[in-house]
């Protein structure tokens, strides 16, 4: 109880404290009902150094929101976007007093741990060290009493959430389910357990991939305080980015880096669904024979095929101008009471880039433009959606960068036409899935047609030139019930056949020649 009440008491002063750092950066106005103020002109800055003074839960924060293009403003994304968690170092003593809690034996693993920290940061510590069998490793611990100091962070701001909703400034924030999504996504990142079977996961992924790696984790020295895992020799986009080709010190082709980078995070994209949130230039370090390791696995997101799917569509149409086409599938996937003025609007984005040479496209800038264009009709678009977003808009940017003559609706391009196969079968294991779905629930829904016909309650009140239409709809109805069947059964008995891209070209003309049938016998009668 006594606990309880302290706790309670901490974290009342620290709910002052926030709103008295933002008050002395000039917000006090946010705390008011009655919301006259205009905001001041260098808003991003302020927001910046307020979250930077309030520490590592809101500096995470708001790297978060520096994804949410639909909510903030191009000014203050921007300062977000530079929020660093660099921290001073903890001692070493500390260091070793937490590897030590974790794993006792650690002696009888580890032979040498450099004193000198190779990095730190707000949630962990890093330093390189030695095995025993000689393996170069770097040993990442998180911070003492961190993961408290989160937590309370967290349930601080799930009060101020609720304290300021109906704020006029906060009005179209969901803040309580935002500060949900951020209290789990900071959680996982504090677990450095996750973080090793991240690791893992992204290099099975990549298993016949020669050029991406990730490090290699050590599981039996791994917990959710300690991460062991291969020391990476090489060189960080952020120090690559300043070097001019004769200043690299191995032998690497910035257009490869590129090209390895771009084509690696379109297909965690659009094809394996498992994504490294934060692939900033201090993130991907090249080595030799060009080869590009991802690393600091703290932030990755699990994301649904019907995400990624839309995605990929959104993508297409916007590689292709097609602004008809960009309008199709975003209705058909959001519920929108105004369709018509939708795609004037679309139109409208699009006429902006009519007669511009392709070096002046952004892709990034036009997924971006697009997700506010749909926010402004105050629909809601998918966290994970925005996310992918900002993975493109990060490694469009390093990119371009690196080398200029980068162009992204260039590769998009390119990416689509040498892939088309495999995001082919990507759908067809989708027209699978929905076939297969309707075979199975066809004797459900049979049944539940036979009920209603058994209880003898069906009334009918039909005009008489109304009957031919609805027998002909009736008709129709059960022919794309009998292709479904035919063709979830096709489907299936796929998985047989050794060659797999002939077995879908028959099972595609097979469908073609069922439905020509139906169609001929509809004409013959």
């Known amino acids: 109880m006594e606990k309880e009440n302290i706790s309670r008491k901490n974290n009342r002063k620290r709910f002052f404290q926030i709103i008295e750092i933002f008050s002395k950066y000039g917000f006090s106005y946010l705390f008011r009902k009655i919301n006259l103020k205009k905001h001041p002109i260098d808003r991003g800055i302020r927001i910046r150094h307020a979250l930077e003074e309030l520490g590592t839960t809101f500096i995470k924060l708001g790297q978060m929101l520096s994804t949410r293009y639909d909510l903030l403003p191009v000014d203050i994304i921007n300062e977000l976007r530079k929020l660093q968690d660099d921290v001073p170092p903890i001692k070493y003593s500390e260091f070793m007093n937490q590897l030590k809690a974790s794993l006792p034996d650690w002696e009888k693993h580890i032979l040498y741990i450099q004193e000198k920290p190779l990095a730190a940061a707000s949630i962990a510590q890093v330093h390189r060290a030695l095995l025993l069998d000689g393996t170069e490793v770097v040993i990442k611990v998180r911070r003492p009493c961190i993961l408290e100091l989160v937590k309370a962070d967290v349930e601080v701001l799930k009060s101020l959430a609720n304290f300021v909703r109906s704020f006029p400034v906060f009005k179209d924030f969901d803040l309580q389910n935002l500060i949900n999504e951020f209290g789990m996504a900071i959680n996982r990142e504090m677990n450095l357990y996750c973080e090793a079977q991240a690791l893992e996961r992204f290099n099975q992924s990549f298993r016949m991939n020669d050029v991406i790696f990730a490090p290699k984790p050590y599981f039996e020295l791994c917990s959710e305080t300690v991460l062991v895992m291969d020391y990476v020799p090489g060189i960080r986009f952020s120090e690559l980015l300043d070097m001019d080709n004769d200043q690299i010190p191995i032998k690497i082709n910035k257009s490869t880096l590129v090209e390895s980078g771009a084509d690696c995070m379109f297909q965690q994209v659009f094809m394996i669904g498992f994504l490294h949130n934060d692939p900033h230039p201090g993130n991907l370090i090249a080595t030799k024979n060009n080869r590009l390791y991802f690393i600091d696995f703290g932030q990755v997101s699990v994301v649904d095929k019907y995400t990624r799917r839309f995605l990929l569509e959104m993508v297409l149409a916007l590689t292709r101008r097609d602004a008809e086409f960009l309008t199709l599938i975003i209705t058909e996937h959001f519920s929108m009471n105004d369709s018509d003025s939708f795609s004037e609007d679309i139109k409208i984005m699009f006429s902006k880039y009519y007669g511009k040479p392709l070096a002046e496209f952004s892709m990034s800038e036009m997924i971006m433009e697009t997700f506010k264009l749909i926010r402004s009709y105050k629909i809601q678009v998918p966290g994970q959606l925005l996310l992918m977003g900002k993975v493109i808009l990060m490694i469009e940017g390093i990119a371009r960068k690196l080398d200029p003559s980068f162009n992204a609706i ?45 209880t003898g309650k069906i009334k009918l009140d039909i005009e008489s ?37 002939l077995a879908y070209a028959g099972v595609f003309i097979l ?6 049938e139906f169609i001929t016998e509809g004409r013959r009668k």
């Not at 109304?466 to 479904?484: D, P, V, W």
């Open 511 to 516: 469908g073609l020649f069922v439905i020509y």
């Open 465 to 501: 030139t109304r009957i031919e239409r609805i027998m002909h709809g009736l008709k129709n109805g059960l022919n794309s019930l009998a292709i479904s069947i035919i063709i979830a059964a096709l489907l299936i008995s796929i998985k047989n056949f050794e060659n797999q891209f």
């Open 410 to 454: 260039r590769f998009t391009e390119d990416y689509l036409r040498t892939r088309w196969l495999s995001l082919y079968s990507d759908r067809m294991d989708a027209l699978e899935d929905e076939f297969l779905w309707n075979f199975l629930m066809s004797p459900r829904k049979l049944r539940n047609i036979q009920k209603v016909y058994d």
